[in-house]
């Protein structure tokens, strides 16, 4: 059973059919959930999975599964998602649930008797173009409040119940997901890297060791605006100085004391926002990130304490609201020795490595043991059309996807 492989020429026609779902204008793929995209490679999807002789379903939350009964109904799972950023590329996601759903097919060809069922997993909205990320796998594991859901937007205005109506679906549907869920013994991704690491080894493969977890806000600074002429420098309460001093004044704290963690202010807006009028207010984004729980905390309440302490310095207001989080997670060592142990077996060389980025991964391990694994990501871009991989660094994680399915439910 050891050499059995993927059918990789299929996985290819897949991925290039899949490919052609969602063309935009400027030459990338735009397929956010429950976009008109994105509804035809979701039938799309069904198809291949009925046409592989799989079990088909879909959930509340739009999830889409496609299963193989084994003698135990526990679930082996693998997947990722089929949505992508605006102009993003064709293999974020994409290459995990098409490499799961080969896998099940050979597995399913083969007539190889497995006592514990598996199921490829497609899940909504991984990149949270609809109300904040991981909407599908959220919904999945149970870790979606209805607050988050009741009266909200997606990023593009439109009220986020009337989107799910159109996809036959409703924020109760997608609140009672959870409840529809089989017991999931374990669940593997593989996903492009989205960074340059292994691409500089040379390494073919990457083992996730551990993904980070994250903090955002959106945070304010409240001075008081005055005309740019007539107010002197020492009596101002400038909200982008004060923005200016602690974004450089907390990003050497984080680069000192925590090294390997992230700050990132991705977004500022300045009010009134005017050539001739001081700054009165100063709005930003704040994304804090760790690949540990304590450190990612501490880091956290130290960055809040210096932006209060710049704020009455001064004489400006400091407000904060926490808008997402994930908690790191640290991959367990039976499913990286499991992964390392195949690997030797195939004679696939792999490094272990660290997940700057979350994953729906990341989410379900909240209720069961998961593992990821990486493959080079072209001059490490991503979320853009030059996103790219190498076929044969997908055809050796497929190849390794699909012993580790057939270990995990053989047990
Ligand atoms: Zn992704």
Known sequence: MTDLKVNFSRLVKDLEELG???????????????????????????????????????????????????????????????????????????????????????IKEEN????????????????????????????????????????????????????????????????????????????LEIHIEQGPMLEEEGVPLGLVSSIAGKRYYQATFVGRAGHAGTTPLELRQDAFIALADFSLRATQLVARKYYGNTITIGRVLLKPGSFSIIPGEADFTLDLRSQD?????????????????????????????????????????????LLKGLCQKLGYEYRLLPSGAGHDAQILAAICPVAMIFIPSVDGISHTPEEAINLEDLEKAANLLLQALISLASE
């Open 20 to 106: 052609q779902i969602g063309q935009d204008q400027r030459g990338g793929i735009s397929r956010p959930s429950f976009s008109l995209p994105d509804l035809e490679a979701r039938t799309w999807l069904r198809r291949k999975i009925e046409e592989a002789g799989l079990m088909y379903k879909q959930d509340g939350a739009g999830n889409i599964f496609g299963r193989l009964p084994g003698e135990q109904p526990q679930v082996v799972m693998a997947g990722s998602h089929l949505d992508t950023v605006i102009n993003g590329g064709r293999y974020d996601g994409s290459v995990g649930v098409l490499a799961a759903l080969e896998g099940l097919r050979r």
């Open 112 to 187: 190889i008797r497995l006592k514990k069922t598996l199921e490829v997993v497609s899940f909504t909205d991984e990149e949270g173009n609809l109300v904040g990320d991981f909407l599908g796998s959220r919904a999945f594991t149970g870790q979606i409040l209805i607050d988050q859901l009741k009266n909200s937007r997606t990023q593009f205005g439109h009220p986020l119940e009337e989107i799910l109506q159109k996809a036959g679906l409703s924020i109760d549907s997608v609140l009672g997901a959870a409840g529809e869920r089989p017991e999931v013994a374990a669940f």
């Open 293 to 337: 729980s304590s450190s990612l905390q501490a880091m956290e309440e130290e960055v809040l304490g210096l932006a209060a302490e710049v704020a009455s310095t001064r004489g400006l207001v400091f407000y904060r609201k926490l808008v997402d989080r994930t908690e790191p997670v640290i991959i367990k060592a039976e499913m990286l020795d």
